[in-house]
């Protein structure tokens, strides 16, 4: 006699557990979310722009111009672009270190399009980019535009790559007006293995070291409003600003008066920035922070007892970590700021000393400048070794032991810095990018819901930065390493300007089993119920006999279910039965409804 099964089972998946300690439950999936208790398809992702960033991005903010107009401030560890929402055409707005006058600097050689370029004094390094504008027809090339470097030559000379080879050798050019642009930063975290490396008489002179603790992090942006004005700071350098109402459209100008190496920056809700990692005093300090006066982004003067618009320009160290790596504003007057062991809540008080500074958290650290998100007045966060939140205490964030170590276990030495995350509004979650083994750039996602306290898994939308913009339509905008941006939950597809791709999915089950294995039982159909589908779902039953770590498929059968279809009969046997569901094409859809089954003994027993 068949006895039914249910196969719903709870949200959420299971990673850090064997198959059998899993069961009841779900062991993976991708292009899935769990939404009031049921299963159903990831939504697509639109591009918003049709002409790629240079760089991978590497920091994103969205504000106003105070005018209606919303804009995307976006970094890369070679530009810094602006992206406004009524046309989203990538504003370059890279600052300009140095401007010079040129005179017939360019040699060209006929055939090639490598083009010699005489340039006095300092410039950047191979990869950085050069402006020019002004020039006159020189060996059939005009060349104004930006370039990259292609190399750096010793004497003043610099190599670019011309977009065509020229028709004959010459040199000329007439008057250019130039500018080196702000120098390229690292991409990768790269180990320095220097003949400096490593302990004092360690190796011989002049020979790069076989180890070292030496880290060249990737240049991050660290990008804040101040009302309609953008605030941003590469990581290492100076603080830059960029006002979205001049005309014709301005590089990013350096903030006068500011520290002029800072990690990063943070804009209070009481409007004062914070900037920290600085060199007050003279020489960079990672645990120092330096706060402008109240209301003035250019008045960093510690001396004055008050700011012209409230509290005065103060400085300080913490004492817990070796560095800051980022700061976030939680919107009631305190600020979080991350060690890379510890946090610390800076309380704005009003008075001369401006904040009242508590450690409220220790060995939870902040894995990189991107890994944190705000949701309201509450800080989400990867540390080093696990997930945490802060909500007036910090906490660890529920039930990630479900996916905890299998999480940790995946990220390379030194790429937790390219952990990102952002922040689902509507479906309530909060989602963390991270970088797996034999990748350089995150591919993998675990994803918390806030209101059910379950984790998932998602491989299917990578991205390097992520913003929202305000208002009604809060959906997370995320910056691929492709150098688009997209929204996310826009359609059922990936509209990409290359093309559509389906967004495919599936669900994987932990291997069930009935009167604890100790019978073996064959299935006689599936019921499927569903609240919504577009397309074929496939539906794959495999057996097993016992489940250790490599369990062997003693039977399986695959069906599809048409939207119009209710049951159908499977017929495998089996100690513990698993399921896998999935679907693919454009256009595909669903959301889970009732799943049921029918089984009965077939014999075999312990």
């Given at each position: 006699m068949s006895t039914p099964v249910s196969l719903d089972l709870p949200p959420g998946v299971v990673k850090t557990q064997s198959a059998l300690a899993a069961k009841g439950r779900y062991i993976d999936c991708d292009g899935v979310r769990f939404w009031q208790g049921k299963p159903e398809k990831l939504g697509g992702q639109l591009a918003l722009t049709s002409i790629p960033v240079i760089g991978a991005p590497r920091g994103m903010c969205a504000w106003s111009d105070l005018a209606g107009r919303q804009i995307i401030g976006l970094g890369t560890p070679v530009k810094l672009y602006a992206i406004p929402n009524d046309s989203f055409v990538p504003l370059d707005i890279t600052p300009l270190i140095q401007s010079v006058a040129l005179i017939d600097p360019f040699t060209t050689t006929a055939g090639s399009n490598v083009v010699t370029v005489a340039w006095p004094g300092q410039i950047g390094s191979a990869g950085s980019y050069v402006d020019f504008s002004g020039a006159s027809a020189v060996g059939g090339l005009t060349l104004n535009g930006t370039f990259p470097i292609n190399t750096v030559v010793s004497g003043g000379v610099i190599t670019i790559i011309a977009p065509a080879p020229a028709a004959s050798s010459a040199t000329g050019g007439g008057a250019v007006s130039a500018g080196n642009e702000l120098s390229a930063g690292v991409v990768d975290p790269t180990i320095g293995y220097g003949w400096g490396a490593g302990a004092w008489g360690v190796g011989t002179w002049g020979t790069p070291r076989a180890t070292s603790s030496i880290v060249f992090t990737p240049r991050y942006w660290s990008l804040d409003y101040f009302g309609k004005i953008l605030l941003a700071c590469p990581m290492g350098g100076s603080i830059y600003s960029w006002d979205p109402t001049v005309y014709p459209t301005p590089r990013a100008a350096i903030v006068p008066n500011a520290p002029t190496t800072a990690t990063g920056i943070v804009r209070t809700g009481d409007y004062i920035v914070i900037a920290y990692g600085t060199n007050y005093g003279g020489v960079q300090n990672y645990m120092q922070w330096w706060a402008c006066a109240q209301g003035d982004y250019t008045n960093w003067d510690v001396t004055q007892f008050a700011g012209p618009q409230g509290s005065p320009s103060v400085t300080g160290v913490l004492s817990e970590g070796t560095e800051i790596v980022a700061a976030s504003d939680l919107g009631v007057h305190i600020t979080l700021v991350w060690t890379d062991t510890s946090v610390y809540a800076f309380q704005f008080t009003g008075s001369q000393f401006v904040f009242d500074i508590s450690r409220v958290g220790k060995e939870c650290g902040l894995l990189g400048p991107l890994a944190k998100v705000i949701v309201d007045t509450v800080a989400f966060w990867a540390g080093n070794s696990g997930f945490y939140m802060y909500n007036g205490s910090v906490s660890p964030i529920p039930n990630q032991n479900d996916i905890l170590d299998w999480v940790f276990s995946q990220i390379p030495m030194n790429y937790g810095i390219k952990t990102v995350a952002n922040y689902n509004e509507k479906y309530k979650e909060v989602r963390f990018e991270f970088v797996v083994t034999g990748g350089t750039e995150p591919t993998i996602a675990v994803v918390f819901n806030i209101e059910g306290q379950f984790w998932y898994t998602s491989y299917s939308i990578p991205y390097s930065s992520s913003t929202r913009f305000t208002g009604a339509d809060?959906?997370?905008?995320?910056?691929?390493?492709?150098?688009?941006?997209?929204?996310?939950?826009?359609?059922?597809?990936?509209?990409?300007?290359?093309?559509?791709?389906?967004?495919?999915?599936?669900?994987?089950?932990?291997p069930m089993e009935i009167q604890l294995g100790v019978q073996s039982y064959g299935t006689e159909y599936i019921a499927i119920d569903m609240e919504r589908q577009v397309g074929t779902i496939t539906v794959t039953i495999s057996a097993y006999d016992r489940t250790p770590a490599a369990a062997t498929?003693?039977?399986?059968?695959?069906?599809?279910?048409?939207?119009?279809?209710?049951?159908?009969?499977?017929?495998?046997?089996?100690?513990?039965?698993?399921?896998?569901?999935?679907?693919?094409?454009?256009?595909?859809?669903?959301?889970?409804?009732?799943?049921?089954a029918a089984v009965q003994p077939n014999g075999a027993r312990n």
């Open positions: 809060s959906r997370p905008i995320i910056a691929k390493t492709d150098g688009f941006i997209y929204q996310m939950d826009n359609g059922l597809d990936v509209v990409a300007p290359g093309g559509t791709e389906p967004q495919n999915w599936y669900l994987l089950t932990a498929v003693i039977d399986s059968q695959t069906v599809t279910f048409d939207p119009a279809d209710g049951t159908t009969d499977v017929r495998v046997c089996g100690r513990q039965l698993q399921a896998r569901y999935s679907g693919s094409g454009l256009g595909c859809d669903f959301r889970m409804g009732v799943l049921k």
